[in-house]
């Protein structure tokens, strides 16, 4: 069987959508980071893309912290007034 952990980060989008973050894939947890993620899940949602099949809800904000019960935030995202995707 497999072996299963818990990832030591947590992407939150818009308040209720959590999503480990994978170091190796995405880096170092920090703002930077948080901000190329954010824009690939959005470019994402767009039609044709993996998760166009969700519609167009492109994320306003993001919380990367820490993976357990009242964890660190360690960045902020927060969409620009007039963005668009």
Known sequence: MGKSFTPKYVVIIDG???ICWDVKRHGAAN???LQKF????GASMKPGGVNAHLGENYPNRAILRYNRAGGEII???NAPMF???
């Not at 954010?38 to 899940?41: D, S």
């Open 31 to 33: 703002a930077a980071n």
């Open 83 to 85: 963005m668009v995707w």
């Open 16 to 18: 209720n959508m959590d």
């Open 38 to 41: 954010v824009e690939a899940y």
């Open 75 to 77: 960045a902020r995202w």
